[in-house]
T-cell receptor, first 112, second 115 residues
Framework: KNQVEQSPQSLIILEGKNCTLQ??????????LRWYKQDTGRGPVSLTI?????NTKSNGRYTATLDADTKQSSLHITASQLSDSASYIC???????????FGKGTRLHILP | DTEVTQTPKHLVMGMTNKKSLKCEQH?????MYWYKQKAKKPPELMFV???????INESVPSRFSPECPNSSLLNLHLHALQPEDSALYLC??????????????FGEGSWLTVV
C-alpha cells in the first residue's frame, strides 16, 4: 500500500535554530516528491519538487534531500524565523495514473 | 502570476442554502482541482478537471457540484450541506492534466461553516 509517513508529528524550536523534518514513503513506482508549507487556515505553498534523479534541492533557507534507494526525504530549515511556524507536508506522486499521496504533515512551532 | 484566487475566504451557510465557491487562475494551467481539508488532516481530493472536462470524481456526494465554465475558472456549487461538510476547501491547478510531474499550486482556501 502506498503510504507517506512524516516525523516528527510536531516540533518546537527556538528562533534562529536549524531543524530537519523527515518523510518516509512506500510509494512505488515513484515519480516525484514535493514539500509544501501550509500556514494555519491557508492553502499549501510549494517549497520544492524533486524527481527520482535529484538528491537535493534548495529554496532559500529550505533544503530538501531525497534518497530514492531508501525512500526517504528530509527538509532542512536553516536559521529558523518566526514565520516558519507552519505545517510542512510531504507529497509523493506514484505514477501518471494514480493519485498523489499526502503525508499528515509536521507541525513546526518557532519560539522567540 | 503564480496565483490561484479563491472567493469567498469565509462562508457560513445553513443546511437549506445554496451557495458557490469560486476559483480562478491565469497561469494557463489545464488541470484544476478541488480538495477538502479538515483540521489537522491532509487535503483530500474531491474533483479533477482536465482541459475543462471532469476527469476525476472521488465519490463525492451530489450535494457538491463542480463546474468549469472555462479554462481559468472553477466553481463548486453547494446545496443541502451537512454540518460535517464544514472544512477548508482548497482549489488548485497544475500545468498538465495529471497530478504528476508538475507543481500543484493551491489557492488560499475557502473556510466553509455549515450551521
Amino acid at each position: 500500500k502506498n503510504q507517506v509517513e512524516q516525523s516528527p508529528q510536531s516540533l518546537i524550536i527556538l528562533e534562529g535554530k536549524n531543524c530537519t523534518l523527515q518523510c518516509n514513503y512506500t510509494v512505488s513506482p515513484f515519480s516525484n516528491l514535493r514539500w509544501y508549507k501550509q500556514d494555519t487556515g491557508r492553502g499549501p505553498v510549494s517549497l520544492t519538487i524533486m524527481t527520482f534523479s535529484e538528491n537535493t534541492k534548495s529554496n532559500g533557507r529550505y533544503t530538501a534531500t531525497l534518497d530514492a534507494d531508501t525512500k526517504q526525504s528530509s527538509l532542512h530549515i536553516t536559521a529558523s524565523q518566526l514565520s516558519d511556524s507552519a505545517s510542512y507536508i510531504c507529497v509523493v506522486s506514484p505514477n501518471r495514473d494514480d493519485k498523489i499521496i499526502f503525508g499528515k504533515g509536521t507541525r513546526l512551532h518557532i519560539l522567540p | 502570476d503564480t496565483e490561484v484566487t479563491q472567493t469567498p475566504k469565509h462562508l457560513v451557510m445553513g443546511m437549506t442554502n445554496k451557495k458557490s465557491l469560486k476559483c480562478e487562475q491565469h497561469m494557463g494551467h489545464r488541470a484544476m482541482y478541488w480538495y477538502k481539508q479538515k483540521a489537522k488532516k491532509p487535503p483530500e481530493l474531491m474533483f479533477v478537471y482536465s482541459y475543462e472536462k471532469l476527469s476525476i470524481n472521488e465519490s463525492v456526494p451530489s450535494r457538491f457540484s463542480p463546474e468549469c465554465p472555462n479554462s481559468s475558472l472553477l466553481n463548486l456549487h453547494l446545496h443541502a450541506l451537512q454540518p460535517e461538510d464544514s472544512a477548508l476547501y482548497l482549489c488548485a491547478s497544475s500545468q498538465n492534466p495529471t497530478e504528476h510531474g508538475n507543481t500543484i499550486y493551491f489557492g488560499e482556501g475557502s473556510w466553509l461553516t455549515v450551521v
